[in-house]
T-cell receptor, first 111, second 112 residues
Framework: DVKVTQSSRYLVKRTGEKVFLECVQD?????MFWYRQDPGLGLRLIYF???????EKGDIPEGYSVSREKKERFSLILESASTNQTSMYLC??????????FGSGTRLTVV | AQSVTQPDIHITVSEGASLELRCNYS??????LFWYVQSPGQGLQLLLK??????LVQGIKGFEAEFKRSQSSFNLRKPSVHWSDAAEYFC??????????FGAGTRLTVKP
C-alpha cells in the first residue's frame, strides 16, 4: 500500500516563527497536495505539485509556500506563522485519480 | 470550478438504524466522486469512489453510494449503522488531471 508520512503529529510554534511541515510518500507518485482542515470548513487546498520543482496555488495559498526538490517529498512552509494558521494540515499523494492517499495529519498550534 | 455541499453538519442515529449522508456537487463535466471517512485523530480513509458505469457504488465497511446526475447528488448510505461508524464523513469531487475539492464534512454520532 501507498504510504504517506507526515513527520510530526503535533507541533506548537510561536507567532512569527518559520515552520516546515514535511510529507514523504513511498510510491513514486507525481502528484502531491497540501490541505488544511478546519471545523465546519472541511478540507481546503493550499498548494499542490504535479512534478518535481513544480507547484501550483490552491484555494488558500496566502501565508504559505511549498518546496518539491525530490519526487517523494513535499514540504509546506509557513514563512511567518500566525495564530490563524492554527489548524490540522493534511498531505496527500496521487499516482492516478484513483490513488489519493492521505497522511495522518499534523496538528499545528501557533501561540 | 467544482464545489461540494454537504448540507448536514451533524447527524445522530441509533445503532442499527439506517443512514443516509447527503452530498451535492457542482461541476461542468462528468465528475469523479468520492466519500472519505475520518476517525478522531486519524487521516482520511477512502470509503468508495465513482468514475463511470453503474451508478450504485459499493464501498468498504458496508457503505454504498448512488450517483444521480439529474440531482447532482452522490449520497452515502448504510442499512444498519454500527457504533464504530461514528466519525466525520467527507464527500469530494475531482476530475482527471485536476485536484479534489471537499465538502465541509458531516459528523456522525451513533447512539447506543
Amino acid at each position: 500500500d501507498v504510504k504517506v508520512t507526515q513527520s510530526s503529529r503535533y507541533l506548537v510554534k510561536r507567532t512569527g516563527e518559520k515552520v516546515f511541515l514535511e510529507c514523504v510518500q513511498d510510491m513514486d507518485h507525481e502528484n502531491m497536495f497540501w490541505y488544511r482542515q478546519d471545523p465546519g470548513l472541511g478540507l481546503r487546498l493550499i498548494y499542490f505539485s504535479y512534478d518535481v520543482k513544480m507547484k501550483e496555488k490552491g484555494d488558500i495559498p496566502e501565508g504559505y509556500s511549498v518546496s518539491r526538490e525530490k519526487k517523494e517529498r513535499f514540504s509546506l512552509i509557513l514563512e511567518s506563522a500566525s495564530t490563524n494558521q492554527t489548524s490540522m494540515y493534511l498531505c496527500a499523494s496521487r499516482g492516478s485519480l484513483k490513488g489519493y492517499t492521505f497522511g495522518s495529519g499534523t496538528r499545528l498550534t501557533v501561540v | 470550478a467544482q464545489s461540494v455541499t454537504q448540507p448536514d453538519i451533524h447527524i445522530t442515529v441509533s445503532e442499527g438504524a439506517s443512514l443516509e449522508l447527503r452530498c451535492n456537487y457542482s461541476y461542468g463535466a462528468t465528475p469523479y466522486l468520492f466519500w472519505y471517512v475520518q476517525s478522531p485523530g486519524q487521516g482520511l480513509q477512502l470509503l468508495l469512489k465513482y468514475f463511470s458505469g453503474d451508478t450504485l457504488v459499493q464501498g468498504i465497511k458496508g457503505f454504498e453510494a448512488e450517483f444521480k446526475r439529474s440531482q447532482s447528488s452522490f449520497n452515502l448510505r448504510k442499512p444498519s449503522v454500527h457504533w464504530s461508524d461514528a466519525a466525520e464523513y467527507f464527500c469530494a469531487v475531482g476530475a482527471d488531471n485536476n485536484d479534489m475539492r471537499f465538502g465541509a464534512g458531516t459528523r456522525l454520532t451513533v447512539k447506543p
